[in-house]
Nanobody, 114 residues
Framework: QVQLMESGGGLVQTGGSLKLSCTTS????????MCWYRQAPGKERERVAV???????YYADSVKGRFTASKDNIAKMVYLQMNSLKPEDTGVYYC????????WGQGTRVTVSP
């Protein structure tokens, strides 16, 4: 059974940094493209980063140059390093597969104060 658990969120000032972690089980990360998604208050969930099975990364324009996705296939972990945070980065962050979603985790909340 696949399980996803996000952690590492918190309250940070504009310009600050956070590193999010996604603990996975039941997934072979070397075979699976994973993504980070976020849902801002009152908005739909959006994809902000993709890390392919081979480790290539792609980012939404809004986070390009500031966020870095990485993973540890052996530890079954996916990470999102977020730098130069902005208030518009506020939201709940989730990890999941790129297509045919697994059951969503509870997410981790990121709040960026002005």
């Amino acid at each position: 059974q696949v399980q996803l658990m996000e952690s590492g969120g918190g309250l940070v000032q504009t310009g600050g940094s956070l590193k999010l972690s996604c603990t996975t089980s039941g997934i072979t990360l070397s075979n699976t493209a994973m993504c980070w998604y976020r849902q801002a208050p009152g908005k739909e969930r959006e994809r902000v980063a993709v890390i392919t099975s081979s480790g290539n990364t792609y980012y939404a324009d809004s986070v390009k140059g500031r966020f870095t996705a990485s993973k540890d296939n052996i530890a079954k972990m996916v990470y999102l390093q977020m730098n130069s945070l902005k208030p518009e980065d506020t939201g709940v962050y989730y990890c999941n597969r790129q297509y045919e979603y697994y059951s969503w985790g509870q997410g981790t909340r990121v709040t960026v104060s002005p």
